[in-house]
């Protein structure tokens, strides 16, 4: 082989190295938990070499309010407001189409608000992004928070369920009603995917690498068990965001990921990219 050859060979694979971290970092959303816009949109900018998505939750938009979002976006990050709407359908749908008007990449519903409302929000999300030319974002349902354990989910809420099989059920009404795909802990991956097929959209927090601290949240996974499973975005906030050097933080979760070679994974890939 001619030097022409090893170099083009070489152009080649550096190519598909290139498009596969690219493939990887878009499963990435970095949570901004953070308690100054200042602080988010900073961490935006240092991160978004590593990073797809920028998560705005309760915290930072009750603080900054849209600014941050449209702040971020001005940036090139996408954004995954994580505001969990939970109301009567009209309400839900007043607040859905200002996130469809700030350009959102997805937002959530909780999935107990029925599927009522989350038929009402499809409908009319669909409707307004057709007629306005605007971005349909990704709508999600909320299942089970994280933190909640399936003792806590049968004697707090009088669920006679198992964990997973509400879960599941959520997850159901969610594909259901119209909705892109849920968020889930990714011990409940496999089940859903059962249930509601491979084109459903699974977002998974609870995320931590294996060099960080468990935190709050009790179901957690590493970012490789997470994408291997199929999850097709993974959340991850404070071992990057709180971190001494959150870009080489964010750059080591990266290579983490981009390591991976199980079947889950490449499944995963070819469906949100």
Request: charged share 25%; hydrophobic share 40%; aromatic share 6%.
């Amino acid at each position: 082989m001619g030097y022409y050859s090893v170099a083009l060979t070489g152009r080649v694979i550096g190519s598909r190295c290139a498009d596969h971290e690219d493939m990887m970092k878009n499963k990435v959303c970095i949570a901004l938990d953070v308690d100054s816009p200042e602080k988010a949109l900073d961490l935006a900018r240092r991160l978004t070499p590593w990073v797809g998505v920028f998560k705005v939750g309760f915290q930072l938009f009750t603080r900054a309010g849209p600014d941050i979002v449209r702040a971020i976006i001005r940036e090139g990050g996408e954004v995954f407001l994580d505001l969990k709407y939970h109301d009567i359908p009209n309400t839900v749908v007043s607040a859905a189409r200002e996130a469809l008007g700030l350009g959102v990449r997805m937002f959530n519903v909780h999935c107990s608000g029925g599927s009522r409302m989350m038929r009402a929000l499809v409908e009319t999300l669909t409707r307004e992004a057709r007629e306005t030319g605007k971005p349909m974002p990704l709508l999600l349902g909320v299942t089970v928070l994280t933190s909640f354990t399936e003792g806590e989910l049968q004697s707090d809420l009088l669920i006679p369920l198992s964990l997973e099989d509400y879960v599941v059920h959520l997850a159901k009404l969610a594909r259901e009603a119209g909705m892109g795909g849920v968020v889930c802990s990714a011990e409940e991956i496999e089940p859903i995917r059962r249930a509601c097929g491979p084109d459903f959209v699974l977002v998974t927090p609870g995320i931590r690498p294996a060099w960080a601290a468990r935190g709050d949240q009790r179901r957690v996974v590493t970012p490789a068990d997470a994408l291997c499973r199929g999850a097709d975005y993974i959340v991850v906030g404070r071992p990057i965001t709180e971190a001494k050097d959150p870009e080489e933080a964010a750059r080591r979760l990266l290579l983490e990921i981009t390591s991976g070679t199980c079947e889950g994974w490449r499944e995963g890939m070819s469906r949100t990219d």
